[in-house]
């Protein structure tokens, strides 16, 4: 049997080195050592604020206490995401976290929507969303477990403060062992054989020694690129945009449960709703706008007055050929970037934390092993990679220098394939593995224009007068339930209330 391994370190804390740490401390045997190297002085990037619904595997795994979690990080509920303008100036769209319809009636539900519209049903797909409804009206409501409950499609995810979300994991990962080291990486060692790291030392001249290093110092890959040359695959052909503003700005109405996304000129804006302020950016291309032009656009379009002066950012979109290399193992901006325009940031933080965990080395760190994630997380960041990409070549905004450029540029074969199949039958073409399921394809697909020119031959089987009533009557018990949810704000006072109540009855 192969030795185990005992010492981990991760260099850098943020977003990413605090959820390594807090999944790390509660996964791995209390005999591992787990080091984090982490400088007060470097400041975290931050923009990943809005998470995805598989946040719930990462809260699950390391047993979150979500009532202290929103209390901390002045968290808001997200039922999705609403896009404004990326096919006209007004028109507007909504992702949905949940699912269309309800299951049952033998066929796929979008498959009988698209039948009932070719024999003139004119209800939008919106209609048949709990979970946009809810959003549209600032409510929110948790999915009941019973699968034929209309509540049972309701999704969400989380809005966090991300600095305040570091610090909660930075609590619980020392509070079960996590040694953090004040300081910034002066050198690195490596084995003479075969080239592995064996320890970083500080600029103070803390030597941290380990047999397995994970590379969270973003966007400088400081051991993935800088030690282990793991090359970059770049994909600015496709996502041009390659700089971001962020800034926040004074809440001052209610906070509305969904995250926004603008498209403008020469990119997008996010809008993110907290307890206490509104996250906003601007990402942008630089060839088609000025940094100036940037500020300009972003500090006219805040809901309030800003609390900060925008904080530039610089990134290229792609990833890295190869993210686990010797005994390093790169998680978070370190491995690549992906626009946060889906919120898929802290989702790959938590795909590559999954990921090794399950194939979680022994102190000979197995090569096999590095390949097998290497495979498995480049087919993550590439199914988002397309997903992202259908929403810049799907834009209706003609007569802008970039979108004009994304609407005709040549897309993966991948991509194509997909909105091909869409276009011709309505069939959404999925793998088991891919991150985003049917009803955001649906969502995105029909939300940008795209319409499907056929059905499913199976979807013949329906009665075409039965299937019309029974989308009628579905539209209008969404529409009935929608109002009878709890406000949003409402939801999260009672959920924060718990962790305050649990405060004073320990004090």
């Known amino acids: 049997m192969a030795e185990r391994l005992n010492k981990v370190v991760i260099l850098g804390g943020g977003t990413a080195g605090w959820m390594t740490a807090a999944a790390l401390s509660k996964a791995l045997p209390a005999t591992v050592s787990i080091q984090l190297l982490e ?58 976290f949940g699912q269309y319809a309800v299951p049952g009636g033998g066929q796929p539900f979008h498959q009988r ?55 909660h994991l930075r609590t619980l990962s020392e509070a079960r062992g996590v040694r953090r080291i004040e300081g910034k ?49 770049d994909w600015s052909h496709w996502l041009p945009c390659d700089r971001a503003l962020a800034v926040p700005c004074e809440r001052l109405a209610e906070t509305t449960p969904y995250t926004r996304a603008t498209a403008r000129e020469a990119g997008w804006q996010w809008r993110i709703p907290l307890q206490h302020r509104i996250g906003n950016g601007y990402v942008y291309s630089s060839a088609h706008i000025e940094d100036g032009a940037a500020i300009d656009t972003l500090m006219a ?22 993210t686990w290399v010797g005994n390093v193992v790169a998680i978070g901006l370190s491995s690549g970037f992906l626009e946060p325009l889906e919120s898929t940031s802290i ?66 074969d991948t991509l194509a394939e997909r909105i091909g199949h869409y276009r011709a039958s309505g069939r959404l073409m999925l793998d088991p593995e891919d ?7 649906l969502a995105v697909l029909d939300g940008q224009g795209i319409r499907a020119e056929g059905y499913s031959p199976l979807a013949d089987t329906l009665d075409a007068a039965a299937d019309r009533q029974a989308l009628d009557q579905l539209a209008g018990l969404i529409a009935r339930a929608a109002p009878t949810l709890p406000g949003h704000d409402a939801a999260i006072q009672t959920l924060i209330g718990e962790a305050a109540g649990r405060v004073a009855a320990t004090a």
């Open 185 to 233: 990486l002066a050198t690195v060692e490596r084995a003479p054989d075969d080239g592995r790291v064996t320890a970083l030392t500080t600029q103070r001249g803390d030597r941290l020694a380990g047999e397995l290093f994970i590379d969270c110092s973003g966007f400088r890959a400081l051991l993935i690129e800088g030690e282990m040359a793991a090359g970059f695959e």
């Open 301 to 322: 379009n805040l809901d309030g007055a800003p609390l900060a002066d925008p904080r530039p950012l610089r990134f290229k979109a792609g990833r890295r050929r190869s």
């Open 435 to 441: 991150l985003f399921r049917e009803a955001s394809w």
């Open 113 to 167: 929507w698209l039948k009932a519209r070719r024999g003139g049903l004119d209800r939008p797909l919106e209609a048949f969303s709990l979970t946009t409804q809810v959003a549209h009206q600032n409510r929110f409501a948790r999915p009941t477990g019973d699968p034929r409950s209309i509540l049972s499609t309701l999704g969400f995810a989380w809005h966090f403060d991300a600095a305040l979300y570091s610090r």
């Open 347 to 412: 989702h790959l933080i938590q795909s590559g934390i999954a990921k090794l965990l399950s194939l979680f080395p022994d102190a000979d760190v197995d090569p096999a092993l590095a390949r097998r994630f290497n495979r498995l997380f480049a087919a993550d960041m590439d199914n988002v990679k397309d997903f992202l990409i259908l929403h810049y070549h799907a834009n209706g905004r003609v007569g802008e220098a970039l979108w004009d450029h994304c609407r005709t540029m040549a897309i993966p």
């Open 39 to 96: 400088s007060d002085e470097i400041g975290i990037v931050g923009v990943g604020e809005a998470t995805i619904p598989t946040i719930h595997w990462f809260n699950d795994l390391i047993e979150l206490d979500e009532a202290a979690f929103a209390r901390s990080t002045k968290a808001s509920f997200k039922l999705g995401i609403e896009f404004v303008g990326w096919t006209g100036p007004e028109d507007r769209y909504f992702h949905p």
